[in-house]
């Protein structure tokens, strides 16, 4: 389980190891067996242009040397490649805290055996719905809510550290009390100190510039229903809110304002080392070098990168709350400092400052 005490722990290596990759995202496919509506990812890349699993491997020894911990096999749907067995045995076997993002769709009874013998450090998995409509609506696929349902059950006799998050949008919002009753039944409550459950409500158009996705975007009123369907969702947004409404801080000229590239690395299907997942932006192939000197020159352009136009987002005091950044803004809008008007509303809604002019 993720407790309170294990959370606080991850915290504090996070923040002492400045500049080391210390959590790597390795993107092993965007393909995935399902269709879902809200997908970023998908149509992005093809089974040639992936890396072998050979070369994940390599890259597996060389993210080790550069004193990377933790190691999280995302995608798509990673655990549906043909390899996925023997690139996750190489990270267990040297040593990294592994955790595998899946929506538990394609989980064979190869890949229980494998959790069984080599247990991940936790394992996230998407769930759409709390009933086969809900479900399907998002993920596009007939019967996918009973197999999903079906391989959790496995996954959690096993006694893996499960942690269920939800991706909430117009297709399923309303089923988002439902789902996390049904996650603290079954995984564990914040009421005790176990951290097992997430939802996310941010929505952002595919990486091939599509913009479909964003018709599923929960609008306030949306987000204020979903939210009043649990209290303590409920309170901790509303204490978010509180707490991150603060004056702009920093190089007043600094592009990027988060800090989470000092720390942490994307690589994806073709093998970019990336600082964010939604951008190729001063990304660069990862190689056969060491990855150390190439995550710290990537840093070090994040960094020294400056605005460059009159944007209100760069002295907007709500700044902190709002959900865009330049890389969502740049997906788009086409240009990373140009305003996202979605995102726009719901900070000033947040805020209780009602929508902008």
């Given at each position: ?30 393909r995935c067996p399902f269709n879902c509506v809200h997908c970023y990812c998908k149509n992005t890349s093809s089974p040639k242009d992936e890396l072998s699993a050979s070369e994940w491997k390599n890259l597996l020894v060389r993210l080790k040397r550069a004193g990377c911990l933790w190691i999280t096999f ?121 951290y097992n459950f997430s939802y996310d409500c941010n929505i952002y158009p595919r990486l091939d510039g599509d913009t479909s996705p964003c018709k599923y975007r929960l609008y306030p009123e949306q987000r204020r229903e979903m939210l009043a369907q649990d209290r303590d969702a409920r309170a901790e947004h ?120």
């Amino acid at each position: 389980m993720r407790t309170a005490g294990v959370v606080a722990l991850e915290n504090r290596l996070l923040s002492s190891a400045k500049n080391t990759p210390l959590t790597a995202y390795l993107e092993l496919t965007y393909r995935c067996p399902f269709n879902c509506v809200h997908c970023y990812c998908k149509n992005t890349s093809s089974p040639k242009d992936e890396l072998s699993a050979s070369e994940w491997k390599n890259l597996l020894v060389r993210l080790k040397r550069a004193g990377c911990l933790w190691i999280t096999f995302t995608g798509g749907e990673a655990v549906s490649r043909r390899d996925f067995e023997e690139i996750y045995r190489t990270a267990k076997e040297l040593g990294f805290l592994v955790t595998v993002f899946t929506t538990g769709y394609p989980i064979s009874k190869a890949h229980l055996d494998l959790f069984r013998s080599l247990p991940p450090y936790t394992m996230e998995i998407s769930v759409y719905g709390a009933a086969p409509r809900a479900y399907e609506s998002v993920t596009r696929v007939p019967g996918s809510f009973k197999r999903a349902m079906s391989n959790i059950r496995a996954l959690k006799a096993q006694g893996l550290n499960i942690s269920i998050k939800m991706p909430c949008m117009t297709a399923n919002y309303r089923e988002f009390g439902r789902v996390k009753a049904w996650a603290e039944k079954n995984f564990g409550s914040l009421r005790e100190n176990i951290y097992n459950f997430s939802y996310d409500c941010n929505i952002y158009p595919r990486l091939d510039g599509d913009t479909s996705p964003c018709k599923y975007r929960l609008y306030p009123e949306q987000r204020r229903e979903m939210l009043a369907q649990d209290r303590d969702a409920r309170a901790e947004h509303e204490c978010a809110v509180k707490s991150d409404v603060v004056p702009v801080g920093g190089r007043k000229t600094a592009l990027y304002r988060c800090n989470s590239w000092r720390s942490q690395l994307f690589i994806n299907p073709r093998g970019r080392m990336k600082f964010c997942m939604f951008t190729e932006k001063f990304s660069r192939q990862a190689g056969k070098a060491s990855l150390l000197p190439a995550f710290r020159a990537m840093g070090r352009q994040v960094a020294r990168a400056s605005t460059c136009t009159d944007s209100p987002c760069g002295t907007c005091h709500l700044r902190g709350i709002c959900y865009s950044c330049p890389a969502a803004a740049l997906l788009e809008m086409g240009h990373q400092e140009t305003p996202v008007p979605y995102f726009c509303v719901l900070a000033h809604e947040a805020a209780g400052g009602g929508v902008p002019q």
